[in-house]
């Protein structure tokens, strides 16, 4: 299909970056399907700027942090992007985290990805 020949293109320029991050935030579709929306942010060496490309939608299992952090890492799996490679951040939703309890997406996903990667939660309006 069309779609998967262009994100396959996408994945492909951000796997030759030097570094990429990764975006997600959770949104809901029309008939009510939760689903976790994935960008990806990297140098792009031909244009000689970063691009900030949106990838695609992940239906989501449920809206817990644990199933949100397995959503990402099954979708960079999927799609060969391993972070402890040239993953430098991942960029969340405020309503991601459980601060406190330190059992947000940020705390699960920091078990398995090195400690270069930095983690950014802000509120998306």
């Not at 449920?62 to 391993?82: Q, R, V």
């Not at 699960?108 to 270069?116: A, E, F, Q, T, V």
Request: glycine share 6%; charged share 30%.
């Amino acid at each position: 299909m069309g779609k998967d020949v262009i994100k396959a293109d996408i994945v492909k320029k951000v796997k030759e970056a030097e570094a990429y991050s990764v975006l997600a935030d959770e949104t809901a579709d029309i008939s009510g399907t939760e689903q976790l929306s994935i960008g990806l942010r990297y140098f792009a060496e031909e244009a000689n700027e970063v691009q900030e490309i949106f990838v695609g939608f992940v239906e989501l299992k449920g809206l817990d942090a644990k199933s949100i952090a397995y959503c990402i890492d099954e979708f960079l799996t999927k799609e060969d992007l391993n972070p402890t490679d040239t993953c430098v951040g991942f960029g969340f939703d405020v309503l991601f985290e459980d601060v406190r309890k330190r059992r947000g997406v940020q705390a699960i996903l920091r078990k398995n990805i090195p400690k270069h990667c930095s983690f950014v939660t802000r509120p998306i309006n």
